[in-house]
Every structure is written in C-alpha cells, then in structure tokens.
C-alpha cells in the first residue's frame, strides 16, 4: 500500500493557525475511512476528526470542535486538517490514517486500535 505522508507541522502561537496536509494516494477510493490523530508527549494517541471518502460522514473529537475543520481533495488525494485558534494543550505530533468505511461510521473511530494504516506524523508545536 502506498504510505501515507503527512506536512504542515511547525510552531505557532496561541491563537493562530496551521493547515495539515497528508499526501493520501491509494486511499481514494469510496471503501476508505481517512482520519487525523495526535500524540503529546507521554499521553496516548487520540482520534482528532475523521472523514469518509465518500462523504457520508465527517466528526471531531469535542475538544477541537469549532476550530479544526476536516476535507479532502480527492482528485489531489489529499487529506487535510485546518487548525485555527490553536491552544497549547493542541501540541502534539499529528498523524494521518486509513481504514476500511465502516470505522468512519463507529461510535468508536477515535480508538487507535481500530485504523489500519498510519504515517510517520508531522509535529504542532504551539506557544503560549
């Protein structure tokens, strides 16, 4: 399968914005569940947002409603996460993932266990 690759990481201060970009080609097909996690130092990986490749659904963890926002460019094969009114506690290592559709449509889609197919990540670093 082709890897998944993810840019746009750097470092911000609070309040500002970041666009994330995974370079997603292979995943284009409707069968996909694309999705972004993150791990901050010495906590656990967590669900961030996730997109269906057909569409029929996109949702966010709560802590990133309102201000991050999930889309994909399928005839780029790009997925993309738009961050704004960034926080401190959003410092993380960012990774983008594919699984099978059905995962999209779980109660459960933030749990790492359940994706498939990561990439090597891309650091957010924000400041106070």
């Known amino acids: 399968q082709v890897p998944l690759v993810e840019s746009g990481g750097g470092s911000v201060q609070a309040g500002g914005s970041l666009r994330l970009s995974c370079a997603a080609a292979g995943y284009n097909e409707r069968r996909w569940c694309l999705g972004w996690f993150r791990q901050a130092p010495g906590k656990e990986r967590e669900g961030v947002a996730v997109?269906?490749?057909?569409?029929?659904?996109?949702d966010y963890n709560d802590s990133v409603k309102g201000r991050f926002t999930i889309s994909q460019d399928t005839a780029k094969s790009t997925l993309y996460l738009q961050m704004n009114s960034l926080k401190p506690e959003d410092t993380a290592k960012y990774y983008c993932?594919?699984?099978?559709?059905?995962?999209?449509?779980?109660?459960?889609?933030?749990?790492?266990?359940?994706?498939?197919?990561w990439g090597q990540g891309t650091q957010v670093t924000v400041s106070s």
């Open positions: 993932a594919a699984v099978g559709a059905l995962v999209c449509y779980s109660s459960d889609w933030y749990t790492e266990t359940r994706w498939a197919s």
């Open positions: 997109i269906a490749r057909d569409a029929g659904i996109i």
